[in-house]
């Protein structure tokens, strides 16, 4: 399993497994039974569905009452409290489907006010990472190998 | 997720407390998650905002690369780019950094799903919930410091040289 013996069929393997894995979990995703899209196949039927918007970004304010947030689908209207909001900010909502008004309406909803310096502490560490990475690892002869580590 | 460095801490704080080798791999397998999983997911999300040809399945495609199943694939495939001498350990501490890496994530609380822990096999999910999903932010300040603290404890300090046999 870990020989170099047929390396490269092995490496195929586990791309052809990744893959496989991303598509189904695509077509799960895409094949819920709730979210935005699921109610918007089917508006009056679906009036009054739950909703939850976790970690989706501000992308507009259009009013004191209303605003709209973006993921994988872009600028789904909600009706709640814009006082405490501004574009870019990212939220998390709960919130309940109005097939007449067409949008959601705000029940639960938590701001992340630190989201902003968590994406930045990625970021930093990832600058980190790749500024470590010459110091733990070498390359030698088509390999990664790591560097000795004082134990 | 949780952030990188607090990832990156907690994998230096277990191989010091742990003693095995292996630093850099598993400080690596700590960081691999967000970076194969998350990254691409939120860059595609975000240009696919300006770019709606983008479609939805190539956002997704990354997420079980953040699940057990797809980690287990993804520390597989990565361990046949180390030699093959220790390929196992290697291959050990990818996965071992990855799980650590979910098992700070499951701490989290999150609207919604939780982890997919099961996946493909089953569409159960979990976490913890016991700390929000930005609280790492206000660790950080202390834990970089108490890791750089530990990690020169562990193995920044000068060992004392042999002196002279006595008699």
Not at chain 1, 49 to 71: C, E, H, M, N, Q
Not at chain 1, 96 to 106: H, I, K, N, P, Q
Not at chain 2, 67 to 94: D, H, K, Q, Y
Not at chain 2, 104 to 118: K, P
Request: hydrophobic share 50%; net charge positive; charged share 20%.
């Amino acid at each position: 399993m870990f020989s170099d013996e047929g390396r490269r069929l092995k490496m195929l393997v586990a791309v052809v497994i990744i893959l496989a894995l991303g598509l189904r979990y695509a077509w799960v995703a895409a094949h819920m039974q709730s979210g935005w899209r699921w109610c918007m196949e089917d508006p009056v039927a679906r009036d009054g569905s739950s909703l939850v918007f976790p970690l989706w970004t501000v992308t507009a304010i259009d009013g004191p009452d209303r605003y709209r947030i973006s993921k994988i689908i872009k600028d789904v209207p909600v009706e709640g409290d814009t006082s405490d909001l501004h574009e870019g900010a990212t939220v998390s909502v709960v919130a309940r489907f109005d097939a007449g008004r067409t949008l959601a309406v705000e029940q639960l909803r938590e701001l992340h006010v630190l989201r902003k310096w968590k994406e930045g502490l990625g970021v930093l560490g990832f600058l980190c990472a790749l500024a470590a990475a010459p110091f733990a690892f070498r390359w030698r002869s088509g390999r990664i190998e790591e560097r000795s580590w004082r134990t | 997720m949780a952030d990188l460095i607090t990832h990156a801490c907690t994998a230096l704080l277990w191989k010091a407390a742990s003693g095995g080798d292996r630093v850099a791999v598993l400080v690596a397998g700590v960081c691999v998650p967000d970076l194969v999983s998350r990254v691409p997911a939120m860059s595609l999300t975000w240009l696919r905002w300006s770019v709606p040809a983008i479609p939805e399945w190539l956002v997704y495609l990354w997420g079980p690369l953040h699940m057990p199943t797809g980690m287990i694939a993804c520390a597989w495939l990565l361990s046949f780019v180390f030699p093959e001498a220790g390929r196992r350990a290697v291959f050990a501490n990818l996965l071992g950094g990855a799980f650590l890496h979910l098992a700070v994530d499951l701490l989290q609380h999150h609207f919604g799903v939780g982890y997919l822990l099961l996946f493909p096999f089953s569409q159960w999910d979990f976490e913890f919930g016991v700390i929000g999903s930005e609280d790492t932010v206000r660790i950080v300040p202390f834990l970089v410091p108490f890791t750089a603290a530990v990690c020169w404890w562990r193995w920044g300090r000068r060992r004392p040289r042999p002196g002279p046999v006595a008699g």
